[in-house]
């Protein structure tokens, strides 16, 4: 006796859902369009940036400041990892 009173419900649910979802996509639709019409404000100067410049040296100064640089920098040591598949000897 109480299955037969929940089964009728299911078609009025069905219908409250369709009403929800329509009323859903029309606020969406309306909101989309009320953006779209809104005024958009005038853009901002655009930002200028300093002028960057660029400096090329020869390899000789290069590898001398790069070797400098190599041996004031503390090295660790170097470690290598081997990885194998559990089932592999």
């Known amino acids: 006796m109480t299955a037969a ?3 009728d ?7 409250l859902s369709d009403a929800l ?3 859903v996509m029309a606020a969406l ?6 953006v ?3 005024v958009l404000p005038e853009p901002a100067e655009p930002l200028r940036l300093p ?3 660029v400096t090329a040296k020869s390899s000789a ?3 001398a400041q790069t070797a400098a ?5 503390p090295r660790l040591p170097l470690v290598v990892v081997q990885a194998r598949r559990s089932g592999e000897v």
């Open 69 to 73: 640089q190599t041996a004031a920098t």
């Open 5 to 7: 009173r929940y089964t």
């Open 51 to 53: 002028m960057v410049v």
């Open 21 to 23: 979802t329509l009323a």
């Open 36 to 38: 779209m019409a809104s």
């Open 9 to 15: 419900s299911r078609p009025s649910l069905q219908r």
């Open 29 to 34: 639709t309306v909101a989309s369009a009320a």
């Open 61 to 63: 100064q290069t590898a």
